[in-house]
């Protein structure tokens, strides 16, 4: 089968957006257009993404993080509501939808949980609002966890935050955190678990990355680890082929049930990004790598996105 062939009839899953600071940015700025339907809609069609995880983040630490995520989360229903060609997906019944009639799903989640501040109860909130998957931290610490630039496991706080989500059906996404922090998230967790935008630390060493036994640790649960398009080599060394060596790295040691996309493409936001990875209009390229390096249809669609859409099945209520 032709690489575009394959990549159009695959469902594709990007798990690590920053489209909604853009939004946030946006709006800031004054500017009225709705960019989500004027702007990303079209460049994720043109790339083949069918769904894509969006993630709240915020300037204002700490204080004004509750308001930028409510402000953030608002657009997307009030940007969606003037359009009918993507769904934010809270439900099986809205990604059977999304699948279904090709519309691009949305998945609402969190990098970095400083809106929730010390109020558990506002979690319950936010899952109302549509948040179905969520990082504790960011690379700094805050009242849950510290982030990869620090010491120090989760809080108890941070501990009774992991629980109440994984009984509500919020996805735990261990990209950020540091590595204390990740194997205390082990040992309380039932359900898959995703590293949404994270490589391989043996690949790179960057604070960043996975160890083995992370990545291992990971697919025990049944997860995922979204391939990131940066942190795979020195910056100005950062490629489609050290993307690749990441993804077949990663591929070998997990399986081929526990790799997925997670690009973090931030062109928007100023970043050049990596060299052939520029953004979402590039996916197909890794498509294309993947079936000249011999990987099967079946594996490859996997990697693109059957692995994210199987651990949403399992904690999207009906």
Known sequence: MDYMDLHKNSYVVDAHSDILLHMLMEKSRKRNEDILVSKHLPLLKQGGVNLVFVNTFENLHPEGSLKEALVEISEVYRQLRNTEEAILIRTKRDLDEAMSKNKIGLVLSMEGM???????????????????????????????????????????????????????????????????????????????????????????????????????????????????????????KESMESFMKHLEYILELAGEDHVGLGFDFNEYLGSKGTKDLE????????????????????????????NFVRVLKNILPL
């Open 114 to 236: 400083e809106p929730i501040s010390n109020e558990l109860g506002l979690i319950d909130v936010f899952y109302e609002l549509g948040l179905r998957s969520a990082m504790l931290t960011w690379n700094w610490r805050n009242y849950f966890a510290a982030g990869v630039s620090e010491s120090g496991g989760l809080s108890e706080l941070g501990k009774e935050a992991i629980l109440k989500m994984e009984r509500l059906g919020i996805i735990v996404d261990v990209s950020h955190l540091n590595e204390e922090g990740f194997w205390d998230i082990i040992d309380l967790v039932k359900n898959p678990i995703i590293a949404s935008h994270s490589n391989a630390k043996a690949i790179y060493n960057h604070e960043r990355n996975l160890t083995d036994e992370q990545i291992k640790a990971i697919a025990k649960t049944g997860g995922v680890i979204g391939i990131n398009g940066y942190f795979t080599e020195d910056k100005e």
């Open 279 to 306: 953004d979402c209009t590039k996916i197909p390229i890794v498509t294309k790598e993947l079936l000249n390096r011999g990987y099967s249809e079946s594996t490859i669609r996997k990697v693109l996105g059957e």
